[in-house]
């Protein structure tokens, strides 16, 4: 059980929307009027009718009647073990919630969502790429003098990055595992994956003909992420990533840092507010809040460790449920379409550019 909520019907009757993923990997959506208790992260049996379902519908995700749920035998996992560990380290059930998300990507109830959403912080909430990002450099970065010091001592001969790479890569397949998988995280680790595969050798992964690649090979192996939002959300990230580099690469890093999370951010909105028209001022904040998660999510990361989650509770749990002015500035669908092929006009200019100089070159 992934997911559970309640929802009412026309007639004012309560029902349970449940999400659930089979062993077997793929998810679908059921819901019931049993008055059942809460069993996110429970393991059920149950019979799912699927005359109705096509072909396109499996991939999509659908929604399916069951009949004969079951409870099966409580397993005390280590993600449910984690979770109560986070869980008793905070009285706020917001932060409760918060953590839970950050940490092993849990769902989070509809108002908090719904705040996250008006701060621009949804992003930030939910374990992606970003994430892993941090949680990479930051095992790099703790590892690296470990390895080094048996390095010189006992095998020098060992390219230190490539194994500090595969080691890091294992602790995050295996937080992955845990997660059970989440096509979220999935997506970035299979990218952060391949990059590394063609890094190694000698492939310059900062292309855009590497990124269509990439996605291709995603999409070969994930079939079911062609009709993901959040996929595709990625796949924007990263192109407009490297649009970024591919005409800035020359600046000092810390300025990259910085103008890069401006870009993305002013670079996805006309995309993002197709699919989520709602709008705020607090939004324009999201850069420089996203900069500062890069410091606060390894820091959350280490006082949860030691137990001492709680310490900026008050602070985060006021500016989370801080009354927020919401609008709707949703995208015309022209202007997605528009602003699109505006996006790719720069790469045909550029490599129309570069074509013409080889040959000039040649007939030289």
Do not use: C
Not at 187 to 207: C, D, K, Q, T
Request: aromatic fraction near 22%; charged fraction near 15%.
């Amino acid at each position: 059980m992934l997911n559970q909520y309640q929802k009412r019907n026309k007639n004012g009757k309560i029902y349970h929307v449940l999400k659930l993923k089979s062993i077997q990997g793929y998810q679908f959506i059921t819901s019931t009027y049993e008055d059942i208790k809460d069993l996110k992260f429970r393991k059920i049996s149950v019979g799912l009718i699927t005359k109705n379902i096509s072909f396109l519908d499996f991939l999509k995700g659908f929604y399916a009647p069951t009949y004969d749920m079951r409870l099966l035998k409580y397993e005390d996992s280590l993600k449910l073990k984690l979770l109560h560990f986070i869980k008793n380290q905070h009285n706020s059930p917001y932060m409760q919630e918060l953590f839970s998300a950050l940490f092993l990507a849990t769902p989070i109830s509809k108002s908090l969502r719904e705040n996250v959403s008006a701060l621009g912080l949804s992003h930030l909430i939910a374990i992606s790429g970003f994430h892993l990002g941090i949680l990479f450099t930051l095992f790099y970065f703790l590892f690296n003098k470990i390895y080094k010091f048996f390095q010189v001592r006992f095998f020098p001969y060992r390219n230190r990055k490539f194994d500090l790479t595969l080691i890091v890569l294992a602790i995050l397949f295996s937080y992955l595992y845990m997660l059970d998988f989440i096509p979220s995280i999935l997506r970035a680790f299979v990218m952060l994956s391949y990059g590394f595969f063609l890094y190694h050798r000698s492939v310059n992964i900062f292309s855009f003909e590497v990124l269509f690649v990439t996605v291709l090979t995603i999409l070969a192996l994930f079939p079911t992420y062609l009709f993901s939002i959040g996929f595709w959300f990625s796949v924007s990230g990263v192109f407009y990533i490297y649009l970024f580099l591919h005409f800035f690469k020359n600046l000092k890093n810390w300025q990259i840092f910085v103008l890069l999370n401006f870009w993305v951010y002013f670079a996805m909105i006309i995309i993002v507010h197709y699919f989520f028209p709602i709008f705020s001022l607090h939004q324009l904040y999201s850069p420089i809040i996203s900069m500062l998660f890069s410091i606060f999510y390894p820091l959350e990361l280490f006082l949860h460790i030691i137990g001492f989650g709680w310490v900026l509770d008050d602070w985060l749990e006021r500016f989370l449920l801080m009354d927020i002015k919401t609008f709707e500035f949703k995208t015309p669908l022209w202007m997605l379409i528009v602003y699109i092929f505006i996006s790719f006009v720069p790469i045909i200019i550029w490599y129309n550019f570069k074509k013409e100089s080889n040959d000039t070159k040649l007939g030289s």
